[in-house]
């Protein structure tokens, strides 16, 4: 509810007068507006703040352990035990999800829970000179990371890591003692959601031309405005009436800024890699038909030993 006017003795005498109401409104509207005219100052100012400014960071210490060229592999806990490496996603945003703030972390919850050490793969945005990197290098850096870690682990997959996790399991069982997936598109031909209506009535070329804009690299910027485009209304006009409308709320504040600290700040990745995703992946569906081929073997999920 609006706050309502205070009101003086002074303004009492002269609302008792009619020639002076006019005065008064004026003065009364005059004071709305300047505190109309702060919150629109307050609300630009927030504006400015989430979509350039804010930059996500990991909620929970940690170590780095190794610096490979496609990610950072960062150490939480204590060694002792069966390690847990969790791969992160790798579809355009950072590994910030899986440890995103206190209270809200698969990391923090696996660390009080009985996990002694928790890996995680902290990809790296991709420069120039990565843009002809394959899935294959990637593949090949889990399995340093994994055998750096002692040469077996729980794996537990999210989103997009989770079919890297898929394929290093089924390439190496040995290096897998266990394997949660979650989010993860293993069979991209099930179910009939946008994106798979996406990849299989686009053609590849659009992709190509995507690739070809940002120099050879699948541009962070490119993929967030798809996903935006997706629910247009949510993200084009509702969030920033919503924020309008919570401006001097600073527990959604806080909230909002972390949530798009790392939804505003996607990372770039390889071009030949996400061409190779898109085509073998989710337009042919290589990995669930048994028919792709991972650092020279082809890969079937059923040499996959594990409990998953």
């Known amino acids: 509810m609006p706050k309502k006017p205070s009101t003086k003795s002074s303004d009492l005498s002269l609302m008792s007068v009619p020639a002076f109401w006019p005065m008064a409104m004026a003065t009364t509207m005059l004071e709305e507006g300047t505190e109309l005219y702060a919150k629109n100052i307050k609300f630009a100012e927030e504006e400015i703040k989430i979509h350039d400014e804010l930059r996500p960071s990991l909620a929970t210490p940690n170590q780095v352990r190794l610096d490979l060229r ?33 209270g809200q972390s698969l990391v923090e919850t696996l660390l009080a829970n009985g996990i002694g050490q928790v890996a995680l793969t902290d990809w790296k945005s991709a420069t120039d000179d990565m843009k002809d990197l394959e899935i294959d290098n990637y593949l090949a850096d889990v399995v340093v990371a994994i055998d750096d870690l002692g040469g077996r682990v729980n ?38 959601g946008p994106i798979k209506r996406m990849a299989h009535k686009t053609p590849i070329s659009f992709y190509e031309e995507l ?91 059923r040499a996959i030993t594990c409990p998953c």
């Open 211 to 301: 690739v070809a804009l940002g120099g050879g690299l699948m541009k962070g910027k490119y993929m967030l405005q798809g996903w935006k485009n997706m629910h247009p209304e949510q993200h084009y006009i509702q969030e920033h009436i919503d924020l309008y409308e919570h401006i001097d709320d600073p527990a959604y504040l806080e909230k909002e800024e972390t949530f798009e600290s790392w939804y505003e700040n996607p990372i770039d990745l390889p071009g030949r890699w996400y061409l190779q995703a898109i085509t073998q992946l989710f337009k042919e569906n290589r990995l669930a038909k048994g028919k792709f081929v991972g650092l020279g073997r082809r890969l079937d999920l």
């Open 155 to 192: 794996f537990v997959g999210l989103c997009q890591g989770g079919w890297v996790a898929a394929m290093i399991a089924a390439r190496f069982p040995d290096k897998a003692n266990s394997l949660v997936l979650a989010g993860a598109p293993i069979d991209t031909d099930a179910g009939d």
């Open 70 to 102: 496609t990610m950072v592999l960062r150490d939480y806990g204590k060694p002792g035990g069966l390690p847990t490496l969790v791969d992160a996603p790798h579809a355009g945003h950072t590994a910030i999800i899986a440890d995103y703030h206190k």
